[in-house]
């Protein structure tokens, strides 16, 4: 049985606060604005991940109003979804992600993020895929506002 699952998430950028996509802390002059470290490459691959396996999605899960999960490394986060679906005897296939961020230029940071999420998932490097595009200076994103982040993903079981 395959199942298939999408993900969004969007965070604000802000001076002084960092960026980290995809468990990798790149160097920018703003970052995002969240609750946890609005890490939205890994928020949007939970997303995909539970809603395959028709589990819900991130925030029921690790709530943006609990204490506990301030500050919290997202890649702990995606470590637990992925305890989740094993324990109902899925596994990933592949991850496909879609980075949507005006500057900085991820090319460099790609093949270390795909590692970082390779290593939580337990799925190689190859069955992971990452792009990084821009909004062509169009809305909140091409103004240098935001990050956005796509992703979808096929469980097997």
């Known amino acids: 049985m395959y199942r298939v699952g999408i993900g969004y998430d969007v965070h ?9 996509l995809g468990g990798v802390t790149i160097p920018y002059h ?15 691959i ?3 991940i539970l ?13 943006d109003n609990d204490d506990q999960y301030k500050d919290i ?13 094993d324990k109902l005897g899925y596994s990933i296939v592949n991850v496909d992600v879609s980075i949507i961020l005006e500057e900085p230029k991820l090319k460099d940071y790609l093949n270390e993020m795909k ?8 799925v190689s490097k190859e069955n992971i895929n990452i ?12 103004r240098g506002e935001g990050v956005a982040c796509q992703a979808i993903t096929l469980l097997t079981k």
């Open 12 to 20: 604000k950028l802000e001076l002084e606060n960092t960026l980290i």
């Open 30 to 44: 703003k970052g995002t604005l969240a609750h946890s470290d609005g890490d939205v490459v890994i928020h949007a």
């Open 46 to 48: 939970c997303d995909a």
């Open 51 to 63: 809603g395959a396996a028709s589990l819900g999605d991130i925030g029921h899960f690790f709530p």
């Open 73 to 85: 490394n997202s890649k702990i986060l995606l470590k637990e979804v992925f305890k989740m679906i």
């Open 115 to 122: 590692f970082e999420i390779s290593n939580c998932i337990k």
């Open 131 to 142: 792009k990084a595009t821009t909004s062509e200076k169009l809305g909140f994103i091409g």
